[in-house]
């Protein structure tokens, strides 16, 4: 069981990797801008842990976990609200 604990938080950052580039590719107008939450969020907590870790800190990275299901939850809702835009004006 090893193995698939460290590969089930691997895959879903990939995933939300993924699903963030195709966010921003895909959608136009205000869907984009809210495409760019998520991004500047895990950036924001990317930075913040990289300036705590140079500083010494060892609970820095926490931000990034904290932020992590926040920013795939926001994406998968997103495209779950546009899915539903879009059936909608059909």
């Not at 691997?10 to 959608?27: E, V, Y």
């Not at 820095?60 to 909608?88: K, S």
């Amino acid at each position: 069981m090893g193995g698939w604990t460290s590969a089930i938080p691997l895959a879903l950052i990939a995933g939300w990797l993924a699903l963030q580039i195709a966010a921003l590719i895909r959608f136009r107008g205000g869907w984009q801008v809210a495409a760019l939450v998520p991004a500047f969020a895990m950036g924001a907590a990317i930075a913040v842990a990289l300036l705590g870790v140079a500083a010494g800190s060892n609970l820095a990275p926490i931000w990034v976990f904290l932020a992590f299901p926040l920013c795939l939850g926001w994406l998968l809702l997103l495209w779950a609200a546009r899915g539903l835009a879009l059936v909608a004006m059909r």
